[in-house]
């Protein structure tokens, strides 16, 4: 079974610029899941999908950061502007309803 | 957001050593996950546990997810250097949302 599919794995962009990252999930996975995750630290929720839905989207900088998930499979999230901030792993993940994720390898993002 | 206090921050140990870490939350939750990440790499999931006093194993690998539901164990047997990574406990008390733990990083001395 093929896992989550990320894309790019590597982004470097200056600030300011804009930057987009594509997530395809586990097949028949309604939940998809988006998370930041800064050196040295845990991942941090961004977005959660369920189907095309947005199930929680608190955590999302909404002034510069948007997802979305058209069709209930790929989804892509994306950063406009980029602040230095914004340095981090973007990791998307995916899951069978309340059931445990399964992350892809992430995009590093570098923002100079 | 939810706290979770993940210990220890960091571990050096000997090759063939056991090693033990915990993590605890701040609310009662009725899924643990832990996960095991890799430099350069997303975290790989080791083990779900769904009921609270469950005891899951993968091979040198158990979890235990606590009585109480507001803490949970990682125990690894005999351990060798591929266990070196970062480990993350993950909770949830929806099944939907989950928060993650600061991380433990393992080091393993040959």
């Known amino acids: 079974e093929a896992g989550v599919a990320q894309s790019p794995r590597y982004k470097i962009i200056e600030k300011r610029q804009s930057v987009a990252f594509w997530c395809n999930p586990i097949?028949?996975?309604?939940?998809l899941y988006w998370y930041q995750q800064i050196l040295g630290q845990g991942p941090k929720l961004l977005i959660q999908?369920?189907?095309?839905?947005?199930?929680?989207d608190s955590q999302l900088p909404k002034d510069r950061f948007s997802a979305e998930r058209l069709k209930g499979v790929d989804s892509t999230l994306k950063i406009q502007p980029a602040k230095l901030e914004d340095s981090a792993v973007y990791l998307c993940?995916?899951?069978?309803?309340?059931?445990?994720?399964?992350f892809g390898p992430g995009t590093r993002l570098l923002v100079l | 957001g939810q706290q979770l206090n993940q210990s220890p921050q960091s571990m050096f140990i000997q090759e063939g050593e056991d090693v033990s870490m915990n993590c605890t939350s701040s609310?009662?939750?009725?899924?643990w996950l832990w996960y095991k990440q890799d430099p350069g790499e997303g975290p790989v999931l080791l083990i779900a546990?769904?009921?609270?006093?469950e005891l899951t194993s993968n091979g040198r690998l158990t979890a235990q997810f606590g009585i109480t539901r507001k803490d949970s164990f990682l125990n690894i047997s005999a351990s060798i250097p591929s266990d070196v990574g970062i480990y993350f406990c993950?909770?949830?008390?929806?099944?939907?949302?989950?928060?993650f733990g600061t991380g433990t990083s393992l080091t393993v001395i040959p």
């Open positions: 999908f369920q189907n095309n839905g947005v199930v929680d």
């Open positions: 993950a909770g949830s008390n929806t099944g939907n949302q989950f928060y």
């Open positions: 609310s009662i939750f009725n899924t």
């Open positions: 546990l769904y009921k609270a006093g």
């Open positions: 993940a995916s899951s069978l309803a309340g059931m445990a994720q399964y």
């Open positions: 097949s028949g996975h309604a939940t």
